[in-house]
């Protein structure tokens, strides 16, 4: 536990609020990259991370047995995974990593961040979130995890509303669950249920109308 709680993963607001779908190992693969960056300071100049089976096991539950293997798949499926931002200046779109090298029978993959992606991840000053690995090691579902990353930049309030349509578009779901009842069922109480369980929020949400049009989403959160 003492290693998941020094591992932190920094990113600036407007990457948080981006638009994009990863699943599950996608996400640890890469927030275990974004934690070894020191964010206040540059890139290091070789921009390769090595994440080894050891420390995926370490930090995720997952069969030993398999995790090079897993390892491998979402290193191999992210380099194909694209994010959008808008960060009021520009809106752009790019890749997460421009490459993976395997290390066969070493048990380790490394990554090298796609050169956009980079400036929302060092020689950050301002309007960044950190969060410890540890919080979200436990998670299974990767709303879950995304959700917690957006109640976590509103912590000081504890109340995060958004616009639906914004929100399933940063979830990576704009064209799926047209029916609300969907969405509620597989993913908003799904997440809810598992971070009021697995993390230390105590989350209560609710739906904002617009005459019988349900057109934002409210969370009240609090730390426990």
Known sequence: MDSKKELVVTRHNS???????????????????????????????????TVTAKEFTDQFPIDPKLVYKEMEDASRTLAERWVRTNDGKYREQFRWVFGVRYHDNEGKVTLGFSPWVIPYLTDLREQ???????????????YSIRIFEFLTQFKATGKFIIELDRFK??????????????????????????????SNLDINWRTIKSGKTIKQLEFIFAER
């Open 169 to 198: 578009d940063r979830l990576g779901i704009k064209n799926e669950y047209k029916r609300f009842y969907n969405l509620r069922m597989r993913v908003i109480e799904p997440a809810v249920n598992e971070l009021r369980e697995k």
């Open 15 to 49: 990457l948080i609020e981006g638009c994009f779908k990863l699943n599950l190992n996608e996400q640890r693969l890469l927030y275990l990259c974004v934690s070894k960056l020191d964010p206040r300071k540059a890139l290091p100049k070789d921009n390769s991370f």
């Open 128 to 142: 960044f979130t950190s969060l410890k690995l540890s919080q979200i090691s436990e998670l299974k579902s990767v």
